[in-house]
């Protein structure tokens, strides 16, 4: 997919890459094949007829609008904001910030993260894009948290909030009140600290983290 900024800077992104897209935008899709794009900021009121909310702003939306330009309408920040980056920003009284990286493009890939931590049976993919920071948390077969990382965070269980995207493998999880469940390529976890998890059969998990990535496999 090829994004043009209004000031016509162009940025084609692949598979595995990140964006960070302020307002003011066009996009398009390059070749034969679909995009799919994972959106944890806008996708709330995306090409709905009426208007895009954003913080502090409002964009009309054209009806039958087929691109942003035609719409004139990006949503900046999506109005999810209990699951999204702005709420941890907010609680870090660093929401200035958030809104200055926000009017700057940025485009990264998985392929070059910014920072790799390898830990038993597994590493976490971490990139700094837009203000925060998103991880690829990639697990091997026989990886569990409370064997593999519990020595390192050195906490009863894994106290890192996660808002992930599982991309593939099958990876269970189990909740401090005893609340248990398996997601699947395709699944959405919101998991509040106070969990453990591991892997569920012979195929690594891969998992896109926008929320409890930051401090992922860090020893405290």
Not at 118 to 146: T, Y
Not at 186 to 197: I, N, Y
Request: charged share 25%; net charge positive; aromatic share 8%.
């Amino acid at each position: 997919m090829t994004t043009r900024m209004d000031d016509g800077t162009d940025k084609t992104s692949k598979a595995g890459d990140v964006l960070n897209i302020p307002p003011g935008h066009d996009a398009w899709v390059v070749g034969n094949e679909p995009a799919v794009v994972l959106d944890f900021q806008s996708i709330v009121d995306y090409a709905k007829q009426g208007k895009a909310r954003g913080a502090g702003s409002e964009y009309p939306i054209l009806p039958g609008a087929k691109s942003n330009r035609e719409a004139n309408a990006i949503l900046a920040t999506g109005v999810c904001r209990k699951h999204s980056r702005i709420s941890l920003l907010e609680k870090n009284r660093d929401f200035a910030g958030w809104r200055a990286a926000m009017k700057k493009s940025a485009h990264k890939t998985f392929a070059r993260p910014d920072d790799t931590r390898e830990f038993p049976r597994g590493r976490a993919e971490i990139l700094k894009v837009g203000g925060g920071e998103v991880g690829r948390l990639v697990f091997q077969p026989g990886w569990r948290w409370s064997n593999d990382l519990k020595p390192i965070a050195r906490t009863p269980s894994c106290e890192a909030p996660h808002f992930q995207y599982h991309v593939s493998g099958r990876l269970a999880i189990r909740m401090d009140d005893g609340t248990e469940f398996v997601a699947g390529p395709g699944d959405v976890t919101s998991l509040p600290s106070g969990h453990d998890a591991w892997v569920v059969g012979d195929e690594p998990v891969v998992v896109v983290d926008w929320f409890g990535a930051s401090n992922y496999a860090k020893s405290k």
